[in-house]
């Protein structure tokens, strides 16, 4: 729902409607529009959408848990995603940051949820791969995996994929234009994020339960390109060993 905060802001009811129209399952959330987490599921309910999870800051998960929880289990999801990080922050004070993954994780856990993260392209700098960093130092994090942000860093996903095995628990495909990042996002497999194949690995693996679609820079209609984007993700899928 990233994606779609604008529209969502201004007419949740029918975001969520054209989301289910255009094929989906399920929103992976960010932001409860003022909502209380009851009153958003009632609105999945009534659309028939499931919550796959939800992008909550690290600093939410810390110092307002009880909330956190809480809203979890009204909406029935169980992954909480940190969305992403001060990348000054995390290249100053790694050991920290690390420190703070882990005291959430262990919070995630024992209330039932898996704690993962988000990655963008900042956490590849300088010959460190910080994505490794927080998978060696905080064991029981999982990770959503931006396939889009992984090619901007010019970073192999099946390396990615290989190294982190079943703790890649989340896909989040988003197409990238051949003429760069900040082009508008073209078609599920008009691009060079290599959806593709990112898919048929994702059939593969038990442990990946959603793929999770973001797309910002539209040269068509949000509604025309949910409908293609979720028939050519069906179509991979259905086509995969």
């Known amino acids: 729902m990233y994606s779609l905060r604008e529209q969502a802001e201004k007419d ?18 960010a932001g409860m529009y003022g909502l209380s987490a009851g009153e958003l599921r009632a609105k999945l309910d009534a659309r028939g959408l499931k919550a796959s999870g939800a992008h909550i800051g690290l600093n939410d998960i810390l110092h307002s848990f009880e909330r956190t929880a809480a809203d979890a289990r009204a909406l029935g999801f169980a992954d909480a995603v940190v969305p992403s990080l001060d990348a000054a922050e995390l290249y100053a004070k ?39 960093v927080l998978a060696d130092g905080v064991p029981e994090l999982r990770f959503e995996a931006d396939v889009f942000w992984l090619k901007a860093a010019d970073i ?8 982190l095995g079943a703790r890649l628990a989340i896909l989040h495909i988003k197409e990238m234009n051949p003429k760069g990042v900040w082009e508008p996002n073209p078609l599920l497999g008009e691009g060079v994020s290599g959806i593709a194949e990112i898919l048929e690995y994702a059939k593969r693996r038990k442990e990946i339960e959603w793929a999770v679609l973001e797309m910002e820079k539209l040269d068509v209609d949000y509604r025309d390109y949910l409908k293609a984007a979720a028939r050519y993700m069906t179509e991979r899928l259905e086509a995969a060993r």
């Open 94 to 132: 790694t050991d920290g940051i690390v420190a703070d993954f882990n005291r959430a994780a262990a919070l995630c856990k024992k209330a039932g949820l898996r704690l993962c993260y988000h990655n963008h392209n900042f956490e590849f700098k300088g010959g460190v791969n910080y994505l490794y």
């Open 12 to 29: 949740l009811d029918g975001t969520l409607a054209a989301v289910k129209a255009a094929g989906f399952d399920g929103v992976e959330l």
């Open 156 to 163: 192999s996903f099946s390396e990615v994929s290989r190294r």
